[in-house]
């Protein structure tokens, strides 16, 4: 007679609920724990704060938004609320992994796939450590799916979204040019994407993309003229 371990029948009918369990449990975890035992700010958190006090639009150590974000989590939860940012921020970044990847491979291989990397992240990723590289995880995600909802299922109104994903990727992080690159070389390089660029959508969110960074870029040009 053969038997089925519980947790992989739970794994194949309730996937979702496998999802929410693992993502929840991670947040929670590394929003306490740090909370608790930690006797001061890991990492840059300390720099993060003396920056993001000021509310500049840019500093030698990046864009502002992540100082920004960091600044006011602070002021509302003290250290805490700095570690519950950080939190949401990966599962944030998890949920849009799992999205899309039900839209491609299906619910239980999507699950299979945030499972494997709740296990690398809890070895490798100091998520704690709020700044730039743990904003930008969520962002750059949302971006991907986002991209995909517009070019690969046609869904127009998914552009603007991605613009907004892109914009605040670029107030997060520099390397956010590297994923702008690359998803217009992939829409430029494919037939899919070249026919959704007789459509107005991508242009408007074009214009939106460049509201949203033309603060910055403006403090960057001032700064490159001192």
Request: one cysteine or more.
């Amino acid at each position: 007679m053969h038997h089925v371990s519980l947790i992989i029948e739970f794994l194949r009918g309730r996937p979702a609920v496998v999802f929410w369990t693992v993502a929840l449990t991670q947040g929670v975890l590394w929003t306490f724990i740090p909370a608790i035992f930690y006797s001061a700010p890991p990492g840059d958190v300390p720099l993060l704060l003396a920056i993001g006090h000021e509310f500049v639009l840019g500093s030698y150590l990046g864009p502002p938004l992540a100082f920004w974000l960091g600044e006011i989590a602070f002021r509302l939860g003290g250290l805490f609320g700095l570690y519950m940012l950080s939190q949401v921020c990966i599962v944030t970044a998890l949920w849009a992994v799992f999205t899309l990847g039900r839209s491609v491979v299906g619910t239980r291989h999507a699950v299979l796939g945030i499972l494997l990397m709740v296990g690398i992240a809890a070895f490798a990723v100091p998520s704690p450590d709020f700044g730039p590289a743990v904003l930008a995880a969520p962002l750059w995600a949302l971006a991907l799916l986002h991209y995909w909802r517009a070019v690969g299922l046609s869904q127009r109104g998914a552009w603007f979204l991605l613009a907004l994903d892109l914009g605040l990727l670029l107030l997060a992080n520099y390397v956010g040019v590297v994923l702008l690159g690359l998803l217009i070389a992939f829409t430029l390089a494919t037939s899919r994407g070249r026919s959704m660029l007789v459509h107005a959508e991508p242009w408007l969110a074009f214009v939106l993309f460049l509201i949203v960074i033309a603060p910055h870029v403006a403090w960057l040009y001032a700064e490159r003229d001192l």
